[in-house]
């Protein structure tokens, strides 16, 4: 059932078993499997049905981006631009790509200080299955070619120092023009243990006076009204940035934030980045589109491929995951370039070649210098104070991407695979980012309250009834699009709380 918290007497007290803060793909997805299970549930969105320019402001604040050697740039505008306040969050927009993370991923590297999850990929295979199945999808297989129906084309035949890293498109996507995602949206706010109050904003989380459990929820609304709300348990789903927002403004009980025991609340965040110069980012390939047709990004009906570093090449590099998207053809090379294609060609015997535009990823490892804080003295149009961003690239990625890049280059030229144009030093790397939608980490997951600020079950550490859903408790980010593990996350925390919750 879907409601209009504005429209409610002032003061009025909303209760059920469970409360979900926010009503995006997580929160709508926990909603629904926690009905099936018979328990009531409440959403509390921020937005409307829509997108409101007056409740987009409430994102406003303060960002800047940078690494080591390398420049910073303020970026204010990307707090608002990078998500969408309103039912269905930023599923709203977002284009629907998914893969798993890798199984490296989720393991402790002993050179990439704070890795590690307490879970395993094998752990979260099932639940990475249903959540295929929710965004009907084939579920993702370690087996690139089983996915494909094609070899990858390049480096099939040597060392797998780079390997095939398959990526599927869903039609559970506001992005795409069909009415999958509002169905999804509709199966939620339809169902009969389900009520979604919109216009709903969080403010504060009331804790009780020994600080262990949640004791209600304050929600005021953008024409004045205020109202409570309580529950046996509380999730938080309101989004990478605004899950930690809302934990370190909740400071009355626990001074320094909700779950912030060893002040990693807010710090570690994480996003992925595209890496390339425009105009100057190509690869070369010694293949003709007909072979090449596993890289086909373009085409949303079957799973692609992109290229990433093998787990070996990460260790014996000392990197972190990196990735080649090469997502269509474009015009021929000229001058030196095509000079050194025309060699490769001879060298090769190869018939024909195509250029194709290229862009890189790499992973952004837990940095505690990149963090969200909050600003006392500006405040929203609910009192609420702004946040700011300070997101910070480290050496531990930078530092390793020429290398990277340089050894993906040599073996393109060593397996007679192509060639590869990157015009862009270390120091260029910040100016060169395009940063995505993917908000990481700020609550992070660890098995101690020493190390971040939930458990393996996404509960708040020291809360006993608190939770967090979403890509903020990621401990590490990969390099895949995170809404196909948020939304495993998801499944797997539902699961959690049907056996710990009486109907």
């Not at 890795?115 to 084939?138: H, I, K, N």
Request: charged content about 20%.
């Amino acid at each position: 059932m879907l409601l209009d918290a504005e429209q409610l007497e002032d003061g009025a007290l909303l209760e059920a078993k469970v409360i979900i803060a926010g009503g995006g793909m997580a929160g709508l997805l926990l909603a629904r499997q926690l009905g099936d299970a018979g328990i009531d549930v409440l959403v509390l969105e921020s937005g409307g049905q829509s997108q409101d320019a007056r409740v987009q402001s409430m994102y406003a604040g303060k960002m800047t981006l940078g690494g080591p050697s390398n420049s910073q740039r303020t970026m204010d505008g990307y707090l608002i631009a990078s998500r969408v306040r309103c039912l269905g969050g930023s599923g709203n927009v977002w284009g629907g790509k998914c893969a798993p993370l890798d199984p490296l991923d989720f393991e402790r590297r002993d050179w990439i200080a704070h890795s590690g999850w307490p879970l395993t990929r094998s752990t979260m295979q099932p639940f990475y299955d249903r959540a295929c199945d929710v965004l009907e999808l084939p579920h993702f297989s370690v087996d690139a070619q089983a996915m494909t129906g094609a070899p990858e084309p390049l480096f099939a035949s040597g060392p797998r120092r780079f390997t095939a890293r398959p990526r599927g498109y869903t039609r559970c996507s506001g992005a795409v023009a069909n009415s999958t995602y509002q169905d999804y949206k509709v199966a939620a706010a339809n169902h009969e243990r389900v009520r979604i109050y919109l216009k709903a904003n969080l403010t504060r989380i009331e804790m009780s006076e020994d600080g262990e459990r949640v004791a209600a929820l304050d929600v005021r609304c953008l024409n004045g009204r205020t109202h409570r709300a309580r529950a046996h348990t509380y999730i938080l789903a309101m989004g990478g940035i605004e899950n930690a927002r809302l934990l370190l403004a909740s400071s009355d009980v626990h001074r320094n934030g909700i779950g912030n025991h060893s002040d990693w609340l807010g710090r570690g965040f994480q996003g992925h980045a595209v890496i390339e110069k425009e105009g100057q980012t190509s690869v070369q390939l010694l293949r003709n589109s007909a072979v090449l047709a596993p890289f086909d990004v373009m085409n949303r009906s079957k799973v692609h491929i992109v290229l990433g570093a093998s787990d070996d090449t990460q260790r014996a590099l000392r990197g972190v995951n990196f990735t080649v998207t090469l997502p269509r053809a474009i015009g021929a090379v000229t001058g030196a370039p095509a000079a050194a294609l025309a060699v490769a060609k001879k060298l090769a015997s190869a018939s024909t070649s195509e250029r194709r535009e290229a862009y890189f990823m790499i992973e952004h490892t837990p940095n505690r210098e990149s963090r969200l804080s909050l600003i006392r003295d500006e405040l929203d149009e609910l009192q609420m104070p702004r946040v700011r961003l300070d997101m910070r690239f480290g050496a531990a990625e930078l530092d390793r991407f020429m290398p990277t890049l340089a050894m993906f280059a040599s073996e393109l030229g060593r397996c007679e695979a192509g060639r590869v144009q990157w015009r862009g030093g270390a120091e260029d790397l910040v100016a060169s980012m395009s940063l995505s939608r993917h908000h990481m980490g700020a609550t992070r997951m660890a098995v101690s309250a020493k190390s971040g600020v939930v458990d393996e079950h996404c509960r708040v550490h020291g809360v006993q009834n608190l939770y967090v859903a979403g890509s903020s408790v990621f401990p590490t980010s990969g390099i895949a699009n995170p809404t196909l593990t948020l939304l495993a996350l998801a499944l797997r925390l539902s699961d959690h709380l049907r056996g710990r919750i009486s109907t």
